[in-house]
């Protein structure tokens, strides 16, 4: 059996935890409509998935890739792990073209957060009111009080492993996780904050310091953009899925969505999906699209029909724009002392000054940083693309790989409505159009990255390193079903409710108004269980089409 | 710096925790002899070859690292990188025409094929084609700095970097699973990782 053919049926889903293992799973009739079928297993959709059954909706979710079990399938090995990326064509333009691939989404159960770096931060408080606190972009339609219990809520679902203190930003409790032990090239950002007085700390990593349940400790292997082999990694294949299918939800694997069906009153009616070559319906009373910034507008854009010619959801216009993502441009530098950053997860200190500090600023937004820990191959494509070396000067260069340590912003963009997620003419295996990705940077984000680079190139010059060199690159993409107050610029309400269609959802990194300076999962994760809540909320008052 | 780990060698721990089984089954395939060409034609190969040569060359290896052979794989298997600029044509097709733009090239400058001509008469061409200076003719549409960049370079560094015998030169820990590591911080290393050259 490849891990192209589906595993979870027949009343079964693989375990996580067992090697070729297997656990009971609900089977629901596709004939019979559920009360969600969710689009996408990945931060946002597994998490509601999982909130949703344990409100006792019936649920089934599917996602286009495998479900893994990481014990037998996940190597330590960077060019058989690319298994993980969603690597389905697509296109990328503008005037600073995103690199898409492994850079920025995967495929399978869990979703990006199998090969995600664990990060997980909180947005500062007054980001959620950015218009009206801050000056800039827009507001979100929540509040920071409205998401803080389902922050705290997603911290400890993830058993998030941080500081007593977390330096930045409002009092609050310790981590439920002890923080990890700082590896060298941490240290080395922890030295050169230092020397700058500025505040750092080690990164609040959804991976256990200790063991939990079935998960044992973090063995700081290092791999972990490749996959946790050992599960000490709290993905959402690792955290949600498994109380998704406790809880009586059914996950379909090898199953991509091709269409979301409208009925006659205009409301969605269940999905059409191709598993194992043959195309398929499942019949919902609501359906909730989680399938990634990209793959999120797309779907809704390709489902297009007559009532709904310029696609689903999108009476506004605003289906697939306002596009953004996090700049990540890095900072390296050659050290005396032996860093060996192929060891522990590759983020282990964080310092967001730039976030919290309004001041010395020529630009709006934040950003926060990090030290890095890449391995050879992704570093040797750094160093080749970035400054254009091969020949001998190329092996020179990486010889110095373990005396090597750097640091790289999330950087925060200006939502704009120009960068954007389109069709293409051209269509992929499935027949459907494929994405083409627009994207641009704006005076602000050059300002803003430009101030970023300075500031680590003198903090990491402080730590002792030599011999600085820059490289360019992004991150997440997030925005393209912006949420919000207003249906005239927004695609959907504070509940992840569509405007236009009232049993259409959505739950991903695409809801957010603005990027923030932080890594988004813990934020996609705690939306995720506030939409999880007031869905129940909703439903108990008579305002869905299904009750629990 | 930039001293070396001589005598180091990342598949000595084939058989420690380092390993896994599915990791020794990849990397077993990774390091067997490389599979039949699939994807190019053999003027094409020949070409891959001569141009990797010049981009990686491993004077200092009796046995070479066969980075055409896994460039074929890495073409045939079609996995790709998951996007493409919409200034470039899909991978494959860009591979066919920036090869036959760089033979044409060096025909071009030297009347020669560059799998024939002289390693820096070889080094000259890549260099332009890098900087986009060439004959834009049999480029098309495609960009030449780009496709040297994003598809030429990039994928023929990340592949030699893909192989143990690199991870071993540059000191890499190689596989980690289960055992993982314990020492974390500056100069600090576990017993099962490289040990650097003295100065
Ligand atoms: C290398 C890397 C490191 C990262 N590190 C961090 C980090 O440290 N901290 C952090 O907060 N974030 C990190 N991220 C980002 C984070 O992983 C993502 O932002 C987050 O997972 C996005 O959540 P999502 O729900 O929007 O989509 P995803 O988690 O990507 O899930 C989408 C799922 O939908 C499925 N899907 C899509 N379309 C369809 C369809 N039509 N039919 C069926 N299934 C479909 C996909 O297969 C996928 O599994 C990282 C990302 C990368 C690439
Ligand atoms: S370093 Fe920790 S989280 Fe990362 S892959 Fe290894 S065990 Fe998993």
Not at chain 1, 19 to 41: H, K, L, Q, W
Not at chain 1, 386 to 409: D, V
Not at chain 2, 15 to 31: A, H, L, Q
Request: include cysteine; proline fraction near 8%; charged fraction near 25%.
């Amino acid at each position: 059996m490849t891990p192209e053919t589906p595993r979870a049926g027949d009343g079964r889903a693989p375990d996580v935890f067992t090697p070729g293992g297997f656990v009971p799973m609900t089977g629901f009739p596709e004939r019979e409509p559920v009360d969600f079928a969710i689009v996408g297993a990945g931060a946002g959709g597994a998490t509601l998935a999982a909130k949703l059954a344990e409100a006792g909706f019936s649920v089934v979710v599917f996602d286009a890739g495998p479900f893994w079990r990481p014990l037998d399938e996940f190597a330590s090995d960077e060019l058989e792990q690319q298994k993980l990326y969603w690597t389905d064509p697509r296109i990328t333009g503008g005037d600073d073209p995103i690199a898409l691939g492994g850079n920025n989404s995967g495929r399978g159960v869990g979703g990006s957060t199998i090969h995600f770096s664990m990060i997980s931060l909180r947005f500062r408080p007054e980001w959620f009111k950015a218009r009206s606190r801050l000056g800039y972009a827009v507001d979100w339609p929540i509040s920071y009080e409205e998401i803080r219990p389902y922050y705290a809520e997603a911290e400890q679902a993830l058993k998030v492993a941080g500081p007593v203190r977390y330096p930045w930003g409002p009092l609050r409790g310790p981590y439920p996780y002890r923080p990890h032990e700082v590896n060298a090239p941490g240290l080395v950002l922890g030295r050169g904050a230092e020397k700058l007085g500025v505040k750092w700390c080690a990164t609040p990593l959804a991976t256990v310091s200790a063991p939990r349940g079935k998960s044992p400790p973090c063995v700081y292997r290092g791999f972990c953009n490749f996959g946790c082999s050992t599960n000490a990694k709290q993905s959402a294949l690792v955290v949600w899925i498994p109380r998704a299918l406790k809880a009586g939800a059914e996950v379909r694997d090898m199953a991509m969505v091709t269409r979301i069906e409208i009925d006659r009153d205009g409301l969605a009616s269940g999905v059409h999906y191709v598993r194992e070559g043959e195309s398929r319906f499942q019949r919902a009373r609501n359906v909730v699209v989680a399938g990634y910034a990209i793959e999120t507008p797309r779907l809704l854009l390709n489902s297009a029909c007559p009532q709904f010619p310029d696609g689903l959801a999108n009476a506004s216009g605003l289906v697939g724009t306002h596009l953004m993502t996090h700049a990540s441009p890095g900072v390296w530098a050659t050290f005396e002392e032996e860093i060996r950053w192929y060891k522990g997860p590759p983020n282990m200190a964080v310092c967001e000054h730039w976030n919290y500090a309004d001041e010395g600023k020529d630009f709006a937004g934040g950003y926060a940083f990090m030290s890095q820990g890449p391995l050879p191959m992704a570093w040797a494509q750094t160093v080749a693309t970035s400054r254009g070396l091969w020949g001998p000067a190329l092996r020179q260069q990486m010889l110095r790989y373990n005396h090597t340590a750097g640091f790289a912003p999330v950087a925060e963009t200006e939502p704009r409505p120009q960068n954007r997620v389109e069709l293409a003419e051209e269509t992929d295996a499935y027949g459907l159009k494929i994405p083409k990705v627009v994207f641009g940077y704006s005076g602000n984000d050059r300002a803003l990255q430009r101030h970023s680079l300075r500031f680590m190139s003198e903090m990491l010059e402080a730590a002792g390193g030599r011999d600085l060199w820059t490289s360019t690159d992004t991150s997440h993409l997030l925005g393209t079903c912006r949420m919000g107050d207003d249906p005239r610029t927004s695609v959907v309400n504070a509940d992840g409710r569509t405007w236009d269609i009232a049993n259409l959802w959505i739950c991903d990194g695409s809801l957010f108004p603005t990027s923030g300076g932080v890594n988004p999962s813990l934020t996609i994760q705690a939306l995720a269980c506030r939409i999880g809540e007031r869905i129940k909320t909703l439903a108990r008052r008579g305002e869905l089409a299904c009750a629990p | 710096m930039a001293r070396g780990y001589p005598g180091y060698d990342v598949l000595a721990k084939w058989r420690t925790p380092s390993f896994d089984e599915k990791t020794r089954e990849v990397v077993r395939r990774r390091i067997a002899q490389p599979p039949p060409r699939r994807f190019f034609t053999g003027p094409e190969q020949q070409l891959v070859e001569a141009i990797v040569a010049r981009l990686i060359p491993q004077p200092d290896r009796a046995e070479p690292i066969p980075l055409a052979a896994m460039l074929d794989a890495f073409m045939a298997d079609g996995r790709g990188q998951g996007y493409r600029n919409e200034a470039m044509p899909p991978l494959e097709q860009a591979w066919r025409l920036g090869l036959a733009a760089i033979e044409a090239e060096a025909r071009t400058r030297f009347g020669r094929s560059f799998a024939e001509a002289a390693p820096e008469d070889q080094d000259a061409v890549l260099r332009a084609v890098q900087s986009g200076e060439v004959d834009r003719a049999a480029w098309r549409s495609m960009d030449p700095a780009s496709f040297f960049r994003e598809a030429l370079l990039k994928i023929t560094a990340g592949l030699y970097y893909a192989h143990p015998a690199a991870w071993s030169e540059i000191g890499f820990g190689g596989p980690a699973s289960p055992r993982g590591y314990v020492r974390l911080g500056l100069d600090e290393s576990d017993p099962w990782e490289a040990r650097e050259a003295a100065p």
